[in-house]
Nanobody, 124 residues
Framework: QVQLVESGGGLVQAGGSLRLSCAAS????????LGWFRQAPGKEREFVAA????????NYADSVKGRFTISRDNAKNTVYLQIYSLEPEDTAVYYC?????????????????WGQGTQVTVSS
């Protein structure tokens, strides 16, 4: 069992930056791949970024490449999402999730555990 708690969301002006954090409970954090997803009002949840168990492999949605960076600190049981150049279209609830899959995956159905989400609102 893994419990995930996101933090770091807020209200930011367009062009600003944020760093989201997701703290995990449990001793097997390094056994899970981790991902970030987001859901905007009236839209389906979409993949943002994922990182492998060791952190050596990452994957990003095309819409965020170059602006978002996912990283993890296995010693702190924490995964991060650094966001630069925020756009109003980035407004959403951001969720982190953990998967037992070996390969980095963008498929939400492959993720076993989810956090409660943190709201990011970007004003124009």
């Amino acid at each position: 069992q893994v419990q995930l708690v996101e933090s770091g969301g807020g209200l930011v002006q367009a062009g600003g930056s944020l760093r989201l954090s997701c703290a995990a409970s449990g001793r097997t954090f390094s056994s899970y791949g981790l991902g970030w997803f987001r859901q905007a009002p009236g839209k389906e949840r979409e993949f943002v970024a994922a990182i492998s168990r060791s952190g050596s492999s990452t994957n990003y949605a095309d819409s965020v490449k170059g602006r978002f960076t996912i990283s993890r600190d296995n010693a702190k049981n924490t995964v991060y999402l650094q966001i630069y150049s925020l756009e109003p279209e980035d407004t959403a609830v951001y969720y982190c999730a953990a998967t037992g899959a070996v390969v980095v995956t963008s498929r939400p159905t492959r993720y076993d555990y989810w956090g409660q989400g943190t709201q990011v609102t970007v004003s124009s």
